[in-house]
């Protein structure tokens, strides 16, 4: 039944998802995009896009009932079937419309998992799932007790900031609260947690009614936090298929996506494997595809273009109609990507075989690599980190968190 083209309503705070809005006008959907007024300006796929509406300002500049109430304007003549938001900054905002508008999909309960990191840490160690040892910042006798036996160094995270930004590492008690004295009343939306050394994992999945129909696991070669921190060559490649630490994660990655109640969508999240116990931590999820160019290393890997995928099962759910994966390569593949001193650098010199995409971002130099062999990745990998770090790389200073969540 309904197998008729159905209307999406896609929300987008940051330039991102093309791949989504085509694929999900390939099915025969109508499409409407929900932006910033400073996005007006973008290559959005506007051939797959019907009508694009234009927000003020971006991501918490949004007045959510302007955006509720001109949703509704636009439900008079149209019936919305589905609404999806591509990026971490908007999962609240579609949450809040399919409340109000009882559309279905994931409400604004479930949406905190996937977004409010101590919504997360409390839901997985209820659930029984290693987290580090954590602490809001409500209560002073409980930030205390969590300084006075919890070994440092701690971080002290935004819940609701997308990736690293934000991030402050401190190593003291004294440093500690002199840190949450400065945040004032925004202390309510930071968390402390343990900091943790060890390896970093990303798991890259698609789900359909709660079950795992695709899942790639990844290991930072270098962290998020650590790029965030003090800048440098962000890398990152897929692990050996059927390996100890690839079993273990998508183990831990299943107990997440069960404790979160996570139905159907992509997902992205990360890991930590302690150097001092060997453990799996969860640190993270979100109820999207991966940022920084990872959703095209696991294309390079696998085959299987997340956003696309992802659309296919939105489509599919609307029109209660049967979603089929398509066949899943074993491949392996690589990205490294770093700020660049040049606006427009030259990679012409990067010319191996392997090379298979090519980052086109202003004062930016990436590249995905891919092979039969994950030894060769790792190779090229290295070669091209110390190249980079040489004749391209530079930093910038980290963004100060000035909005909370």
């Known amino acids: 039944m309904g197998h008729s083209g159905k209307t999406f309503l896609c929300i987008s705070n940051f330039f991102k998802g093309n791949a989504f809005l085509t694929s999900l006008k390939k099915q025969g959907n109508r499409v409407f995009l929900v932006t910033s007024e400073n996005l007006k300006d973008k290559p959005w796929a506007f051939d797959s896009i019907d009508e694009v509406f234009y927000m003020p300002g971006q991501d918490l500049d949004w007045d959510l009932q302007v955006l509720l109430q001109g949703v509704g304007g636009l439900m008079k003549d149209n019936k919305i079937d589905s609404i999806i938001s591509l990026d971490d900054y908007d999962v609240e905002k579609a949450t809040f419309l399919r409340e109000n508008l009882r559309i279905p999909g994931m409400g604004q309960t479930t949406g905190r998992y996937f977004r409010d990191k101590l919504a997360m840490r409390i839901k997985a160690q209820d659930s029984g799932i290693k987290v580090p040892a954590f602490s809001p910042l409500f209560n002073n006798e409980d930030i205390n007790q969590f300084a006075d036996h919890i070994p440092a160094p701690w971080v002290l995270k935004p819940r609701s900031e997308a990736s690293a930004h934000g991030i402050i590492k401190v190593y003291n008690k004294g440093e500690l609260w002199k840190h949450i004295n400065e945040l004032g009343d925004n202390r309510l939306y930071y968390l402390v947690e343990q900091f943790k050394p060890g390896d970093v994992y990303h798991a890259d999945g698609l789900l359909l009614y709660g079950k795992s129909l695709f899942l790639?696991?990844?290991?930072?070669?270098?962290?998020?936090?650590?790029i965030s921190q003090g800048g440098g060559i962000f890398r990152s490649a897929n692990l050996p298929y059927g390996s100890a630490d690839d079993k273990a994660i998508k183990k831990a990655n299943l107990a997440i996506m069960k404790a979160f109640g996570m139905q159907s969508g992509a997902t992205h999240t990360e890991f930590?494997?302690?150097?001092?116990?060997?453990?799996?931590?969860?640190?993270?999820?979100s109820s999207r595809v991966g940022?920084?160019?990872?959703?095209?290393?696991?294309?390079?890997?696998?085959?299987?273009?997340?956003?696309?995928?992802?659309?296919?099962?939105?489509?599919?759910?609307?029109?209660?109609?049967?979603?089929?994966l398509p066949k899943v390569a074993k491949n392996y593949a690589g990205i490294i990507l770093t700020l660049s001193k040049y606006e427009y650098p030259d990679l012409s010199s990067f010319d191996d075989a392997e090379v298979c995409f090519r980052v086109l971002l202003e004062y930016h130099a990436g590249l995905i690599v891919k092979s039969k062999k994950q030894e060769r990745v790792m190779e090229l990998l290295d070669n091209y980190a110390?190249?980079?770090?040489?004749?391209?790389?530079?930093?910038?200073?980290?963004?100060?968190?000035?909005?909370f969540h």
Do not use: Q
């Open 216 to 226: 790639t696991v990844s290991k930072y070669l270098t962290t998020p936090m650590e």
């Open 272 to 285: 930590i494997k302690c150097h001092e116990d060997g453990e799996i931590y969860f640190l993270e999820t």
């Open 291 to 324: 940022g920084a160019h990872l959703a095209e290393m696991v294309e390079a890997a696998t085959d299987i273009n997340l956003w696309a995928e992802w659309a296919k099962i939105e489509d599919s759910l609307a029109k209660e109609t049967t979603y089929e």
């Open 386 to 403: 110390a190249r980079f770090a040489s004749e391209l790389s530079t930093s910038a200073a980290a963004p100060e968190v000035k909005k």
